[in-house]
């Protein structure tokens, strides 16, 4: 948004409005085996759907592009860079090497804004980190090519059409409360609703508790 110019007044919006307009808040949680997770389970806070949903609340168009050859999806992304448009990937971010990231989670995003081919490294924004992060070329590809939770990443990158503006911002705000509030009672696109979930987890983490005092 900011690199297009988008801005409600004379600040970039801020990641905490982004993760609003987006009806970023959810739940995820699933047991895992400890070959994908130490922990035994994934704990994510963040809706499956918040690409889309911010998209819906700012009148972004937004597409899901899969590549399924390894080469002609970086090509692609390549291309997107040398033109100067900043792209947003989705990674396992235990492939990722500028991370540490034990449990595998594949459809983590991060933006590519750019790369140096003489180094074979890419140029990362994660929220994960503060500054702009390199990353190989080779850890780049196997992170983007991911089988592991949840689901295949197929080298997936976004289309993204931008609007002359952003709607007025009251607009937007109502739409990502309704949108929120939906997900939270189970009226939303990621089932389980949190209302749901989260029970179901405490229960999963209180058992594991008990046990670890049992053989302890």
């Known amino acids: 948004l900011e690199h297009r110019g988008l801005r409600w007044g004379d600040a970039p919006l801020s990641e905490p409005m982004v993760f609003g307009l987006a009806a970023g808040l959810g739940f995820a949680f699933t047991r895992l085996p400890e070959a994908l997770s130490p922990a035994g389970y994934y704990l994510g806070g963040r809706s499956l759907s918040f690409e889309d949903d911010l998209g819906s609340t700012l009148g972004l168009g937004i597409r899901r592009v899969a590549v399924s050859d390894p080469d002609e999806a970086w090509e692609q992304v390549r291309r997107r860079l040398d033109a100067g448009e900043p792209t947003l990937v989705f990674a396992d971010c235990a492939e990722l090497d500028y991370l540490r990231a034990k449990t595998h989670m594949s459809l983590h995003s991060i933006v590519l804004v750019g790369y140096d081919e003489a180094s074979r490294v890419a140029f990362v924004a994660d929220n994960d980190r503060e500054t702009i992060q390199a990353c190989s070329f080779e850890s780049l590809r196997r992170a983007r090519n991911s089988f ?59 058992r594991r508790r008990e046990l670890r005092r049992l053989y302890a």
């Open 148 to 206: 592991h939770f949840p689901a295949p990443t197929n080298h997936m990158y976004l289309e993204i059409d931008f609007p002359a503006r952003l709607p007025p911002l009251a607009d937007a705000a109502r739409k990502a409360i309704d949108l929120e509030v939906r997900q939270i009672a189970g009226y939303g696109p990621d089932p389980p609703s949190i209302a749901h979930a989260l029970p179901y987890a405490w229960r999963v983490l209180r």
